[in-house]
């Protein structure tokens, strides 16, 4: 089994900045794509950027210029650099991997989510 554990949510005044962090662990044999969704009350969950473990990098218009996205595959890590936060990022954060357990067996998993509100 694999887990992804996220931290590095908060409160944060509008302006301000956090980093967000998503360990993956268990049965890992490779990581594929990584990303970072996120839902707001009462929305729909979106993806907020993603990371291609060929390092291809892509992100929502909204975030762009703000958030930063990056990884280390050496420990199964990946990160979002959130600066400039709005009250409109406030949102629980969630993390997504596409994870080979096996050279054939690859699943989609996701972190329970973090929590990142910004007072206005």
């Known amino acids: 089994q694999v887990q992804l554990v996220e931290s590095g949510g908060g409160l944060v005044q509008a302006g301000g900045s956090l980093r967000l962090s998503c360990a993956a662990s268990g049965s890992i044999f490779m990581i594929n794509s990584m990303a970072w969704y996120r839902q707001a009350p009462g929305q729909l969950r979106e993806l907020v950027a993603s990371i291609r473990s060929s390092g291809s990098i892509n992100y929502a218009d909204s975030v762009a210029g703000r958030f930063t996205i990056s990884r280390d595959n050496a420990k199964n890590t990946v990160f979002l650099q959130m600066n400039s936060l709005k009250p409109e990022d406030t949102a629980v954060y969630y993390c997504?991997?596409?994870?080979?357990?096996?050279?054939?067996?690859?699943?989609?998993?996701w972190g329970k989510g973090t929590l990142v509100t910004v007072s206005s």
């Open positions: 997504k991997a596409g994870i080979w357990e096996t050279p054939t067996r690859v699943m989609d998993y």
